[in-house]
C-alpha cells in the first residue's frame, strides 16, 4: 500500500515538473483551445439542449 502513495506522489511531481519546465506561451496557448467542461464531461448534449431551449422560447414569443 505504502508504494500505491509513493507512486502517486511521483506521478504528480512529474507532471508539476513537466508544467514549471514549459514555457508561459505554450501554457497560454493550450489553455486558448480548450472546450467548456460541460461539453468535455457530457458531450454535446449540453449544446443541444441549449440550442432546443432557446428554440423553444421563440416559439413561445412568436
Request: cysteine-free; overall charge positive.
Amino acid at each position: 500500500m505504502a508504494s500505491d502513495g509513493e507512486d502517486l506522489v511521483k506521478y504528480i511531481t512529474e507532471k508539476v515538473v513537466v508544467f514549471m519546465e514549459s514555457p508561459r506561451e505554450s501554457r497560454s496557448r493550450n489553455r486558448a483551445g480548450r472546450q467548456p467542461w460541460s461539453q468535455k464531461w457530457f458531450g454535446m448534449l449540453p449544446v443541444g439542449l441549449s440550442i432546443w431551449r432557446s428554440s423553444r422560447k421563440v416559439k413561445d414569443k412568436g
